[in-house]
């Protein structure tokens, strides 16, 4: 039989997959709870109870969610980085690519730019950088310093979030030669590191 908890959290899936469904038609401003119960086909008190505190709590989980789910595709191509330069190589190339093919951030371009670029500046940097130093920090730390690889992380995060939504006409994060050149030329400076 299955726990409790695993039921719960099959729940809080399914509505999380509804809210995004939602927000992914109408944007975050415009989705209602009413929209949400809908497409979930549940209750509004059953959304209640699986988010208590309403629609911010919701949002907020599917925010998280979502960036678990980047970061999760992000840290199955940098395991394995036989080097610093590899590791950062890579998890740059990846991080833009992946946010330069997702439709749902796309979609999100598209109904609610504003909300969209909040998420990815002012109000999703500190979220996006404290879930992104618990996935790569510690592939990180076999080369540097757990401190060393809390900043790292933190820079790699605003230098990509800026280049994503500001593209260079001199460096291609999405390409891996740039990339590494880049890399080579600043973060290694700045990190004082031998990468």
């Known amino acids: ?3 409790i908890d695993d039921n719960r959290k099959a729940a809080q899936q399914a509505v999380l997959d ?3 469904t939602c927000v992914d038609v109408s944007g975050f401003e415009k989705v209602t709870m009413d929209d949400i119960c809908a497409a979930a086909t549940v209750s509004r008190a059953t959304v209640y109870r699986l988010f208590p505190g309403g629609r911010d709590v919701l949002f907020d989980a599917l925010r998280e969610r979502s960036l678990e789910e980047f970061f999760v595709v992000l840290r199955a191509h940098i395991e394995g980085a ?4 590899d590791l950062l190589v890579r998890s740059i ?3 833009t690519s ?3 093919h997702d439709e749902h951030l796309a979609a999100l371009m598209a ?18 950088i404290r879930i992104a130093t618990a996935f790569i920090a510690p592939l990180a730390e076999q ?3 757990a401190k060393e690889a809390d900043e790292l992380v933190d820079i790699m995060c605003r230098l990509v979030i800026s280049f994503f939504l500001a593209p260079s006409r001199t460096i291609d994060f999405s390409n891996e030669d740039s990339t590494r050149r880049f890399v080579r030329a600043y973060l290694h400076t700045s990190m004082n590191t031998i990468i």
């Open 143 to 145: 080369f540097i310093t």
């Open 93 to 95: 190339v990846v991080a």
């Open 82 to 85: 036989d080097s610093l330069e």
């Open 1 to 3: 039989m299955p726990h």
């Open 18 to 20: 509804a809210a995004r």
């Open 98 to 100: 992946e946010l330069q």
């Open 111 to 128: 109904t609610a730019p504003g909300e969209a670029l909040g998420d990815l500046t002012v109000s999703g940097v500190p979220r996006i």
